[in-house]
C-alpha cells in the first residue's frame, strides 16, 4: 500500500520557471491538500479538493495553480517561479472532510528557486 | 479565523523524563478535531495522538497523552518515558468539526532527547 506518493523530493528552479509537483493516493481518500512547510510558521495550506472537480483555496494560494481531474491525483503547479516559493512542499489526504479522522502525508519536496 | 500558537519554539527533555509542549488555540466553535503531528528528521509528518473537542476523557497513545482543557482552549502533549526517537519537531494542529476542510497548524516546537 504506497499511500501518498510525492515527486520529486528535490528540485531547484530558476526564478520565472514553472513546474508541476505530482502527488497521487491510492487509498481512495476524498480530500486532498498542498501546504508549504517554513521555519517559524508551521505549515500552511496551499489549496485543498474535497472531490474530483472541486478545489479551493487555502492561507497562502498565490503563485499556485491545482487541477483534481481524479480522485487518486492532485499536481500543485507553481507558474512562475519566485524565490519567495523557496521552501519544504506537503502533500496530504484524508478519507472525508466530514469525518476528520487523520491526515496522510507525502514525504515532501524541497524546492529552491534561486 | 482559527489559529493555533505553540509558545516554545525549542524544549529539551533528558532520556527516560517526562517533558510537556504546550498548544493553545483559538475558535468560537463547539465542535473540531486537535491533533499534534511529530516530524522526526527525516521529514516524514506522523500522527501521535488525535482528540475529539466533544471528548472530556484526554487521549492516549502508549508513552503520549494530552492535557485537553477545552474552556482554557488548551491542548498540551505529555510524553513519558522521553527516548531519543522522539527527538522531533512537534506540531499542534486543528480542524472544525462540522466539515471541517482547513487544518491550520502551529509553528512547532522542535524536542531534543539529551541521552
Known amino acids: 500500500n504506497a499511500g501518498v506518493t510525492q515527486t520529486p523530493k528535490f528540485q531547484v528552479l530558476k526564478t520565472g520557471q514553472s513546474m508541476t509537483l505530482q502527488c497521487a493516493q491510492d487509498?481512495?481518500?476524498?480530500?486532498m491538500s498542498w501546504y508549504r512547510q517554513d521555519p517559524g510558521m508551521g505549515l500552511r495550506l496551499i489549496h485543498y479538493?474535497?472531490?474530483?472537480?472541486?478545489?479551493d483555496q487555502g492561507e497562502v494560494p498565490n503563485g499556485y495553480n491545482v487541477s483534481r481531474s481524479t480522485t487518486e491525483d492532485f499536481p500543485l503547479r507553481l507558474l512562475s517561479a519566485a524565490p519567495s516559493q523557496t521552501s519544504v512542499y506537503f502533500c496530504?489526504?484524508?478519507?472525508?472532510?466530514?469525518?476528520?479522522?487523520?491526515?496522510?502525508f507525502g514525504s515532501g519536496t524541497q524546492l529552491s528557486v534561486l | 479565523a482559527q489559529t493555533v500558537t505553540q509558545s516554545q519554539p525549542e524544549m529539551s527533555v533528558q532520556e527516560a523524563e517526562t517533558v510537556t509542549l504546550s498548544c493553545t488555540y483559538d475558535?468560537?466553535?463547539?465542535?473540531?478535531?486537535l491533533f499534534w503531528y511529530k516530524q522526526p528528521p527525516s521529514r516524514q509528518m506522523i500522527l501521535v495522538i488525535r482528540?475529539?473537542?466533544?471528548?472530556?476523557q484526554n487521549a492516549t497513545e502508549n508513552r503520549f497523552s494530552v492535557n485537553f482543557q477545552k474552556a482554557a482552549k488548551s491542548f498540551s502533549l505529555k510524553i513519558s518515558d522521553s527516548q531519543l526517537g522522539d527527538a522531533a519537531m512537534y506540531f499542534c494542529?486543528?480542524?472544525?468539526?462540522?466539515?471541517?476542510?482547513?487544518?491550520?497548524f502551529g509553528p512547532g516546537t522542535r524536542l531534543s532527547v539529551l541521552p
Open positions: 496530504a489526504s484524508m478519507y472525508s472532510h466530514t469525518t476528520n479522522e487523520k491526515l496522510f
Open positions: 487509498m481512495n481518500h476524498e480530500y
Open positions: 479538493s474535497v472531490g474530483a472537480g472541486i478545489t
Open positions: 475558535t468560537s466553535e463547539s465542535d473540531y478535531y
Open positions: 482528540q475529539e473537542a466533544y471528548k472530556q
Open positions: 494542529a486543528y480542524i472544525d468539526g462540522r466539515y471541517g476542510q482547513n487544518f491550520v
